[in-house]
């Protein structure tokens, strides 16, 4: 019994670092309307902030001082990239301002590494806090129990400012209307940036008063942005006692999550997450969005499929693709195989996102569940590599209906947020189920067979599915399915009426999406020779997002041009420098900043202006006038 | 002169919605700007203010040209803005309401406390707790032009202030009004009930499709049923 009681004390102490870093990104979000990837950044430099500090200077008031100041400072940091980058896109689609603050991420984890190196830290336990508590023969961390404390005297600080104080009050004003705060004659300017620095403070907070009970190392942020998403979904994005009941209900999930299901404790979470979605969409505490906002916004052109002319210029820009063998070495065609298969897996995405409005920040789930389906099949049925190819990806289209079904539920930012918390998920499994999966070592040995194994052959093999799956694509775009999903995209309501089902046609096109990756999963297992849990990672599902908003999001094949450019940049990249993840973030936030409508985007719009156009531009505003 | 507006063009988009719009409200005095629904009233209030981001033109507020400046500046000046639409704050009550609203004092133009203002509307007195999405359309109405005087303006946009008002309510409407014209408060009043604008307007503007097309006195409106049968629904 004991054990039970200390264990829930457990998980109420982890409770109270995962509700303050929910709670100030919730708090962010009220107010600005963005989800901040970057939180779980700011938590992860709170810790090696106060790491520093707290070694610098010793004692109680070092100790308490080092956390205290090292939260400052990040939220000082917190202020510039308000001010630097965020102003800029408050009004860019909810997508960009995710894939920005992601970029961001990509480059503080580097960043990290730079400054602390990339081995983990262990730092000062806490003075007065050192000893632990018995409790009926079981032992609790006197800090666990400071910790337990510290979360509702937060709550009830947080409540206070905001029923208490002017400032309180304008932000929740503003996070009911902006506009009309301005026009009360509030610079809303610096209420956002206040909101940030508060935010981006708790969590730098939450990270700093981890140093005693963890280790502080360069993986801290995603680790922490997963559970904080989770909670912020269960909790109802907005809202702070929200956050405060979802985090502890996940802390005491994960503490008791591994003595139910010691392999795979994730699992529990999953369940309850799904649970509570299914009877309120909207979280335990949180208010359905009035007016979700869509992530398209920048229509460049009216979709039409290709004339004969690009129909001829697509087909010979594959015929040129396929001549590659006749004089490129082994190690050229091996990176063409790649970017061809990274075509596939980019283009899935990309349907589901400009086509169906649906960005998934996941989507590496279905590439890797392919990956893994083929492995599966070829190591344990040993069945031959045709059948491996075809019924491998049937995995992923399991996966993906299974996931699928709860993330349509949902639009916008919960989507995205749902979609990376189930990647997450399904990364862990692989992870953590060592049994079946190899966990870390994944499953090896999975070569092609003696017609496929020669690069040029598989090469061959590469763009000649790339170029099918590419095809196929386009043909749904253009197909009556693919004119209900794109009704269903922009006016949900009004398709509704004219008895489209829209979450179902949503649900179908994220099984073909779904599919699809999986399909390039299923073709990289045999590219590589084996399958790790990498392959599931959100930085693979990041870098996705990355090629379709390159190749520009409202286009109908910007994808395969951003596969392709992205890809062989980021080879490139990754063979000359370490920083990679610091360079790849920083063209991130620069696409985001500087090319918002993508590589093709940019093309459409030159050609457009050259032609000389009988109309008027009034595609312009169809998306403001839409819905 | 309060306030002059001249050459105000504004688009939503593509659609040119305002043109060439001019207009004077001068010292203290309650000016009318009648016109049919789409007409572009609400048009007109939202680009003085800032909040149409398409506009061009000249939007002088004594003396100072802040055609450039962002909403919570020009408002921030002492140009209150009450939308049509009244946008409370639901989630907050209406002492908190007043809050957001509230700002330094001014010189020269009028101070009002929460003790003032609850004379004015003493509706809104006796229910300082209360959420403001819990309140009536006439109660929501008063509190709005109740928090845009918290900003001590000198020169308040009322938009459609009587809409959707019982004749009582009205009555209570015109009577505060009066009351803030007399504490020195200038208004510009859009309306498409002429009655109650012949109750506190001096001068008149119609404005139709975007243009003005009337500009006097109520009285010379008076002696053109003309021009108020072709531009005003009755
Ligand atoms: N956000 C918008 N986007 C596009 N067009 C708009 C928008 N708001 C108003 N309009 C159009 O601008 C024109 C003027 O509208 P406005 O709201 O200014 O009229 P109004 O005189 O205030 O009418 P009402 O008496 O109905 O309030 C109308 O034709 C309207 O359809
Ligand atoms: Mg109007």
Redesign the interface.
């Given at each position: 019994m004991a054990f039970y009681v200390v264990q829930f004390l457990t998980g109420l102490a982890s409770a109270a670092s995962l509700f303050l870093v929910a709670s100030g990104l919730s708090i962010i979000f009220g107010v600005t309307r963005i989800v901040n990837f970057a939180h779980g950044a700011f938590y992860m430099l709170g810790a090696y902030v106060a790491f520093t500090l707290t070694e610098r200077f010793s004692g109680a008031i070092g100790f308490w001082g080092g956390v205290v100041a090292a939260a400052l400072i990040v939220a000082a940091l917190g202020v510039l990239v308000e001010m630097v980058l965020l102003r800029r896109i408050y009004h860019a689609p909810e997508l960009f301002q995710l894939l920005a603050t992601f970029g961001l991420t990509l480059m503080v984890e580097d960043l990290v590494v730079l400054i602390w190196g990339p081995s983990d830290l262990l730092g000062r336990r806490a003075p007065g806090f050192k000893g632990a508590v018995d409790f009926f023969g079981q032992n609790v961390p006197s800090y666990d129990l400071f910790l337990i404390g510290l979360g509702p005297v937060v709550l009830g600080a947080l409540w206070l400012i905001f029923q208490r104080t002017?400032w309180g009050?304008?932000v929740?004003?503003a996070?009911?209307?902006r506009?009309?705060?301005?026009?009360?004659?509030?610079?809303?300017k610096w209420l956002f940036t206040s909101v940030f620095a508060l935010g981006v403070f708790l969590a730098a907070v939450g990270g700093a008063l981890q140093i005693p009970r963890d280790a502080v190392h360069h993986a801290m942020d995603l680790r922490i942005i997963v559970d904080v998403f989770v909670v912020v979904v269960i909790g109802g994005l907005g809202s702070i006692i929200g956050a405060f009941v979802a985090a502890v209900l996940v802390s005491e999930l994960n503490a008791f999550g591994i003595l139910i299901f010691p392999k795979i404790s994730i699992i529990l979470l999953f369940l309850v997450m799904a649970a509570v979605l299914i009877v309120r969409p909207w979280g335990l505490f949180g208010k359905p969005e009035v007016t979700a906002r869509r992530t398209p916004g920048l229509t460049v052109n009216p979709w039409r499929p290709l004339s004969s002319k690009g129909r001829l210029a697509a087909v010979t820009a594959l015929l040129l693709a396929a001549t590659l063998p006749l004089f490129a070495g082994n190690y050229a065609l091996t990176v063409g195989s790649e970017i061809a298969i990274f075509v596939i897996f980019a283009a899935s995405l990309h349907f589901m996102m400009s086509v169906g409005g649906l960005a998934s920040f996941g989507h590496a789930a279905y590439f890797g569940l392919g990956a893994y389906g083929v492995a599966f099949l070829a190591k344990m049925a040993g069945l031959p590599m045709i059948t491996c190819l075809l019924l491998g990806p049937a995995l992923a289209l399991a996966g993906a209906a299974l996931f699928g079904f709860f993330a349509v539920q949902l639009s916008g930012v919960y989507f995205a947020m749902l979609t990376l918390a189930f990647a997450q998920i399904v990364w862990s499994i692989a992870f953590q189920w060592v049994e079946v999966t190899g966990g870390d070592n994944g499953i090896l040995g999975v070569w092609p067979e003696k017609w496929a194994a020669s690069p040029s052959h598989f090469y061959w093999l590469a763009i000649g599915v790339a170029a099918l799956a590419v095809a196929v694509l386009r043909n749904i775009v253009f197909s009556p399915f693919g004119y209900a999903l794109r009704a269903t995209r922009d006016s949900p309501r009004r398709s509704d009426a004219i008895g489209i089902d829209g979450k179902l046609i949503q649900w179908t096109a994220f099984v073909i999406a779904g599919t699809f990756a999986g399909i390039a999963g299923a073709l990289f297992a045999y590219l590589k020779g084996s399958v790790f849990p990498d392959s599931l990672g959100i930085s693979l599902s990041v870098d996705a997002l990355v090629m379709v908003l390159l190749g520009g999001v409202e286009t109908v094949s910007g994808a395969v041009v951003g596969a392709i450019v992205y890809k062989a940049l980021s080879i490139f990249l990754v063979s000359q420098t370490d920083l990679s993840k610091l360079i790849l973030g920083g063209v991130i936030v620069l696409v985001v900043i500087a090319l918002p409508k993508g590589i093709v985007g940019v093309l459409e719009t030159i050609r457009q202006r050259r032609r000389p156009r009988p109309e008027?531009?009034?595609l312009?505003?169809r998306i403001?006038?839409a819905e | 002169m309060k306030l002059s507006v001249e050459g105000l063009n504004s688009y939503y988009g593509p659609a040119h919605i305002l043109f060439d719009v001019a207009l004077d409200v001068g010292d203290g005095e309650v000016v009318a700007l009648l016109g049919r629904n789409g007409a572009g009233k609400s048009t007109t209030f939202r680009s003085i203010i800032g909040l149409v981001e398409q506009r061009t033109g000249r939007i002088v507020f004594e003396g100072s040209d802040v055609s450039d400046q962002p909403t919570h500046a020009i408002v921030s000046r002492g140009l209150g803005y009450v939308p049509e639409e009244r946008r409370i704050f639901t989630d907050l009550t209406v002492d908190e309401n007043l809050e957001v609203g509230r700002q330094p004092v001014r010189p020269g133009a009028p101070h009002w406390t929460r003790e003032k203002l609850f004379s004015l509307f003493p509706n809104l007195g006796e229910m300082r707790g209360r959420a403001g999405g819990s309140m009536s359309g006439g109660e929501q109405q008063m509190l709005t032009i109740a928090r845009s005087l918290m900003g001590n303006p000198s020169l308040v946009l009322l938009d459609e202030p009587s809409e959707g008002l019982a004749p009582k309510i009205v009555e209570q409407m015109v009577d505060a009004i009066l009351t803030m014209k007399e504490a020195g408060v200038s208004m510009l009043v859009s309306e498409q009930n002429l009655h109650f604008a012949r109750l506190i307007c001096d001068r008149a503007y119609i404005i139709e499709r975007g243009r003005i097309c009337f500009s006097g006195t109520m009285r010379e409106l008076d002696e053109r049923p003309d021009i108020r049968d072709a531009h005003l629904a009755l």
């Amino acid at each position: 019994m004991a054990f039970y009681v200390v264990q829930f004390l457990t998980g109420l102490a982890s409770a109270a670092s995962l509700f303050l870093v929910a709670s100030g990104l919730s708090i962010i979000f009220g107010v600005t309307r963005i989800v901040n990837f970057a939180h779980g950044a700011f938590y992860m430099l709170g810790a090696y902030v106060a790491f520093t500090l707290t070694e610098r200077f010793s004692g109680a008031i070092g100790f308490w001082g080092g956390v205290v100041a090292a939260a400052l400072i990040v939220a000082a940091l917190g202020v510039l990239v308000e001010m630097v980058l965020l102003r800029r896109i408050y009004h860019a689609p909810e997508l960009f301002q995710l894939l920005a603050t992601f970029g961001l991420t990509l480059m503080v984890e580097d960043l990290v590494v730079l400054i602390w190196g990339p081995s983990d830290l262990l730092g000062r336990r806490a003075p007065g806090f050192k000893g632990a508590v018995d409790f009926f023969g079981q032992n609790v961390p006197s800090y666990d129990l400071f910790l337990i404390g510290l979360g509702p005297v937060v709550l009830g600080a947080l409540w206070l400012i905001f029923q208490r104080t002017r400032w309180g009050v304008l932000v929740r004003a503003a996070t009911q209307d902006r506009d009309m705060v301005a026009a009360l004659g509030v610079n809303q300017k610096w209420l956002f940036t206040s909101v940030f620095a508060l935010g981006v403070f708790l969590a730098a907070v939450g990270g700093a008063l981890q140093i005693p009970r963890d280790a502080v190392h360069h993986a801290m942020d995603l680790r922490i942005i997963v559970d904080v998403f989770v909670v912020v979904v269960i909790g109802g994005l907005g809202s702070i006692i929200g956050a405060f009941v979802a985090a502890v209900l996940v802390s005491e999930l994960n503490a008791f999550g591994i003595l139910i299901f010691p392999k795979i404790s994730i699992i529990l979470l999953f369940l309850v997450m799904a649970a509570v979605l299914i009877v309120r969409p909207w979280g335990l505490f949180g208010k359905p969005e009035v007016t979700a906002r869509r992530t398209p916004g920048l229509t460049v052109n009216p979709w039409r499929p290709l004339s004969s002319k690009g129909r001829l210029a697509a087909v010979t820009a594959l015929l040129l693709a396929a001549t590659l063998p006749l004089f490129a070495g082994n190690y050229a065609l091996t990176v063409g195989s790649e970017i061809a298969i990274f075509v596939i897996f980019a283009a899935s995405l990309h349907f589901m996102m400009s086509v169906g409005g649906l960005a998934s920040f996941g989507h590496a789930a279905y590439f890797g569940l392919g990956a893994y389906g083929v492995a599966f099949l070829a190591k344990m049925a040993g069945l031959p590599m045709i059948t491996c190819l075809l019924l491998g990806p049937a995995l992923a289209l399991a996966g993906a209906a299974l996931f699928g079904f709860f993330a349509v539920q949902l639009s916008g930012v919960y989507f995205a947020m749902l979609t990376l918390a189930f990647a997450q998920i399904v990364w862990s499994i692989a992870f953590q189920w060592v049994e079946v999966t190899g966990g870390d070592n994944g499953i090896l040995g999975v070569w092609p067979e003696k017609w496929a194994a020669s690069p040029s052959h598989f090469y061959w093999l590469a763009i000649g599915v790339a170029a099918l799956a590419v095809a196929v694509l386009r043909n749904i775009v253009f197909s009556p399915f693919g004119y209900a999903l794109r009704a269903t995209r922009d006016s949900p309501r009004r398709s509704d009426a004219i008895g489209i089902d829209g979450k179902l046609i949503q649900w179908t096109a994220f099984v073909i999406a779904g599919t699809f990756a999986g399909i390039a999963g299923a073709l990289f297992a045999y590219l590589k020779g084996s399958v790790f849990p990498d392959s599931l990672g959100i930085s693979l599902s990041v870098d996705a997002l990355v090629m379709v908003l390159l190749g520009g999001v409202e286009t109908v094949s910007g994808a395969v041009v951003g596969a392709i450019v992205y890809k062989a940049l980021s080879i490139f990249l990754v063979s000359q420098t370490d920083l990679s993840k610091l360079i790849l973030g920083g063209v991130i936030v620069l696409v985001v900043i500087a090319l918002p409508k993508g590589i093709v985007g940019v093309l459409e719009t030159i050609r457009q202006r050259r032609r000389p156009r009988p109309e008027p531009p009034l595609l312009a505003s169809r998306i403001g006038t839409a819905e | 002169m309060k306030l002059s507006v001249e050459g105000l063009n504004s688009y939503y988009g593509p659609a040119h919605i305002l043109f060439d719009v001019a207009l004077d409200v001068g010292d203290g005095e309650v000016v009318a700007l009648l016109g049919r629904n789409g007409a572009g009233k609400s048009t007109t209030f939202r680009s003085i203010i800032g909040l149409v981001e398409q506009r061009t033109g000249r939007i002088v507020f004594e003396g100072s040209d802040v055609s450039d400046q962002p909403t919570h500046a020009i408002v921030s000046r002492g140009l209150g803005y009450v939308p049509e639409e009244r946008r409370i704050f639901t989630d907050l009550t209406v002492d908190e309401n007043l809050e957001v609203g509230r700002q330094p004092v001014r010189p020269g133009a009028p101070h009002w406390t929460r003790e003032k203002l609850f004379s004015l509307f003493p509706n809104l007195g006796e229910m300082r707790g209360r959420a403001g999405g819990s309140m009536s359309g006439g109660e929501q109405q008063m509190l709005t032009i109740a928090r845009s005087l918290m900003g001590n303006p000198s020169l308040v946009l009322l938009d459609e202030p009587s809409e959707g008002l019982a004749p009582k309510i009205v009555e209570q409407m015109v009577d505060a009004i009066l009351t803030m014209k007399e504490a020195g408060v200038s208004m510009l009043v859009s309306e498409q009930n002429l009655h109650f604008a012949r109750l506190i307007c001096d001068r008149a503007y119609i404005i139709e499709r975007g243009r003005i097309c009337f500009s006097g006195t109520m009285r010379e409106l008076d002696e053109r049923p003309d021009i108020r049968d072709a531009h005003l629904a009755l």
